[in-house]
C-alpha cells in the first residue's frame, strides 16, 4: 500500500537558520508529491507539490525535489523566519487517485 | 471566495450524544473528504465521496456516517459520541481531474 514517512520533530531553530524535514514515501507507480502546511489554529494549505520524477516543487523560499529513486521529497529553506513556524505534513496521491496519504506531520518551532 | 466553510468551529459532547458536522464548498468540486487528526498521526481519510450522490469508507469509518447532500455540501453524523473521537476533524475538497485538495478551518470536537 501507500504509506509517507517523515521526521515527526518537534524541530526548533533559530531565526535565519537552514531547514530540511525529511520525508520518505512507499507507492506504486508514479505518485503526484505534496508538502502542506498547517498554521495554528487553521486548516492545511497546499505549500507546494511535484507531480513526476526530478520536478522541483518551490513556494515562498521552500523547496523540495521528486526523487524517485531514493522515493524522496525532502523540505528545504534556506533562511527560516518566526513566521514559519507551524506543522508540515508531506503526502502522496496516486495519479487521478482518490485517497490522499499523509505523514503524521512536522512541528517546526523558529526562534527569534 | 470562502472556499471551503465547516461549522461549528467547537463543540462539547457528552458521551452518547449525537451531532452533525457540516461542510459546504463553494469551488464547484466533484470530491470531498472528511478527515480526523490525531497528535502523532496525522490525517486520517474517514469518508470521501468522489461526486454528489457517492460515498465510500476511508481509513477509519467507524462509529460515523456521511451524507453528500448536494454538490457542495458533505456532513459527518456522530450517532453516539464516545471519548476516542475527540479530535480535529476537517474536510476538504479536489477538482476532478485535479491532485491538489482545499481544506476547511477544522471542528475541534471534545467528547465528554
Known amino acids: 500500500g501507500n504509506s509517507v514517512t517523515q521526521m515527526e520533530g518537534p524541530v526548533t531553530l533559530s531565526e535565519e537558520a537552514f531547514l530540511t524535514i525529511n520525508c520518505t514515501y512507499t507507492?506504486?507507480?508514479?505518485?503526484?508529491l505534496f508538502w502542506y502546511v498547517q498554521y495554528p489554529g487553521e486548516g492545511l494549505q497546499l505549500l507546494l507539490k511535484?507531480?513526476?520524477?526530478?520536478d522541483k516543487g518551490s513556494n515562498k523560499g521552500f523547496e523540495a525535489t521528486y526523487r524517485k529513486e531514493t522515493t524522496s521529497f525532502h523540505l528545504e529553506k534556506g533562511s527560516v523566519q518566526v513566521s514559519d513556524s507551524a506543522v508540515y505534513f508531506c503526502?502522496?496521491?496516486?495519479?487521478?487517485?482518490?485517497?490522499?496519504?499523509f505523514g503524521p506531520g512536522t512541528r517546526l518551532s523558529v526562534l527569534p | 471566495n470562502a472556499g471551503v466553510t465547516q461549522t461549528p468551529k467547537f463543540q462539547v459532547l457528552k458521551t452518547g450524544q449525537s451531532m452533525t458536522l457540516q461542510c459546504a464548498q463553494d469551488m464547484n468540486h466533484n470530491s470531498m473528504y472528511w478527515y480526523r487528526q490525531d497528535p502523532g498521526m496525522g490525517l486520517r481519510l474517514i469518508y470521501y465521496?468522489?461526486?454528489?450522490?457517492?460515498?465510500d469508507k476511508g481509513e477509519v469509518p467507524n462509529g460515523y456516517n456521511v451524507s453528500r447532500l448536494n454538490k457542495r455540501e458533505f456532513s459527518l453524523r456522530l450517532e453516539s459520541a464516545a471519548p476516542s473521537q475527540t479530535s480535529v476533524y476537517f474536510c476538504?475538497?479536489?477538482?476532478?481531474?485535479?491532485?491538489?485538495?482545499?481544506f476547511g478551518p477544522g471542528t475541534r470536537l471534545t467528547v465528554l
Open positions: 507507492a506504486t507507480g508514479y505518485p503526484s
Open positions: 511535484a507531480t513526476k520524477a526530478d
Open positions: 465521496s468522489a461526486s454528489e450522490g457517492t460515498t
Open positions: 503526502a502522496l496521491t496516486p495519479i487521478y487517485g482518490q485517497n490522499f496519504v
Open positions: 476538504a475538497s479536489r477538482a476532478e481531474k485535479a491532485d491538489t485538495q482545499y
